[in-house]
């Protein structure tokens, strides 16, 4: 019996202890922001965003029966003191991706496209600048499995991204497939312009 209590003391001094580290870890800033009150505005929420890190932040509110509102905070570009404009293009980087398999999945749902047409049967000028464009599935792309070259991986990307879609398509056209589609997984290229 002496055993059994000493293993639970023993057991709840480890649980108190793993409990006051694990305060340590806890996102606070986080924490508080999302207990604090709101603010009483759109506007005035943006605003208290820049708080949390962001150099700038736009945010677009669509309500039924009324027109669409932007709201803006911070800079566009900070180094020229251009203030977040809500009309500014941006670009949206991996983020366009939900938007393209949303896109697709409403397409499909409308029988306007299918999970096993390949980019070829899509796009025919594809055929032979595209390694396996014949094999590649709508399903391939969407899952990230279709081998086709990652844009962000071809030369000078960085220094002098593409300024269109076409210009990005060139970029990848006529290279070596990086790997057999279906049989791995990466990052698709990403159109945005």
């Known amino acids: 019996m002496k055993k059994k209590k000493r293993a639970q ?3 709840r001094a480890i649980l108190l202890i793993s409990t006051a580290v694990s305060l340590y870890f806890v996102p606070w800033a986080l924490v508080l922001a999302w207990l604090a009150p709101l603010p009483d505005t759109i506007q005035d929420q943006v605003s208290e965003a820049l708080g949390h890190g962001f150099d700038g932040i736009i945010v677009y509110v669509d309500e039924a029966g009324k027109p669409p509102a932007y709201y803006a905070a911070g800079w566009h570009e900070r180094e020229k003191n251009i203030p977040a404009n809500p009309q500014a293009l941006f670009k949206i980087g991996s983020i366009g991706k939900l938007y393209d398999a949303a896109a697709v999945t409403k397409l ?11 980019l070829a ?12 464009a014949d094999s590649i599935t709508l399903r391939m792309m969407v899952q990230h499995r279709s081998g086709i070259p990652n844009l962000t991986n071809t030369p000078d990307f960085w220094v002098n991204p593409p300024k269109s879609s076409e210009e990005a398509l060139e970029r990848i056209f006529d290279l070596p497939a990086n790997f ?6 990466s990052i698709p290229i990403q159109i945005i312009c």
């Open 9 to 11: 003391w023993i057991i």
């Open 121 to 132: 049967d899509y796009f025919s000028e594809f055929t032979g600048r595209i390694e396996n």
């Open 180 to 185: 057999e589609p279906g049989k791995s997984i």
């Open 108 to 118: 499909v749902s409308n029988k306007q496209l299918s999970l096993d047409g390949t």
